[in-house]
Every structure is written in C-alpha cells, then in structure tokens.
C-alpha cells in the first residue's frame, strides 16, 4: 500500500493560515486519489477534503469549504492542504489518506486504504 507522511502542522491563531503537506510514496499507488480528516480525542475522524488521481476534482466538508484548498504538485505524489480562516474548532490531528482504489474518492472512513502518520493542528482563540 502507499506510504503517507504529513508535515506542516503547528500553533496558530485563530484567523491565521497554515499549509500541511503529504508526500506519497508506493510507485502507482502515489497516484491514487487522496484526501484530508482529521480527529480530535473522543470524536470520530471527520472527513475534510479530497481530491481525484488527476487533480481535477476536489471535495470539501461543509465546514471547511470556502476556507480550505487541497491541491495536488505537479508530479501528483504531493497533496497540499491550505488552511486559511483557522478557527478553534479546527483544532485536531489531521490525517494525508489514500483512496483504496484508483477510482475511489476517499471521503469516507470505509474508501481509505492508507493513512499517515497525523499531523497536529492547533488554533487558538
């Protein structure tokens, strides 16, 4: 399976921006569509955003959209997660997924064939 490794996570205030980035590793499975959640201690992982193979589709939670930007890098094992607006509710560990298959959009937990490691996020009022 693909191999994730996030970074990017860090304090902010509420208001402020950070970028997180996935690195994909796993010859085709880097190509594979991928996506954002994030989990907070006693909560469910929450879907966040996705993005198809290409790059071409993206997909937002409601509570994200208009503030949030996945992107794809040019070499397509790169999946970007600009995060403008931060407010304290976006405090979580945020997780870089793999879809399962080639044509599965990994927005929900049961699309998700691998996970990185989680990167913390924390907002501050």
């Known amino acids: 399976q693909v191999q994730l490794v996030e970074s990017g996570g860090g304090l902010v205030q509420a208001g402020g921006s950070l970028r997180l980035s996935c690195a994909a590793s796993g010859g085709s499975f880097s190509n594979y569509p991928m996506g954002w959640f994030r989990q907070v201690p006693g909560k469910e992982r929450e879907f966040v955003a996705a993005i198809s193979g290409s790059g071409g589709s993206t997909y937002y939670s409601d509570s994200v959209k208009g503030r949030f930007t996945i992107s794809r890098g040019n070499a397509k094992n790169t999946v970007y997660l600009q995060m403008n607006s931060l407010n304290p509710e976006d405090t979580a560990v945020y997780y870089c997924?793999?879809?399962?298959?080639?044509?599965?959009?990994?927005?929900?937990?049961?699309?998700?064939?691998?996970w990185g490691q989680g990167t913390q996020v924390t907002v501050s009022s």
């Open positions: 997924a793999a879809a399962r298959a080639a044509l599965v959009i990994p927005r929900a937990l049961s699309m998700v064939g691998s």
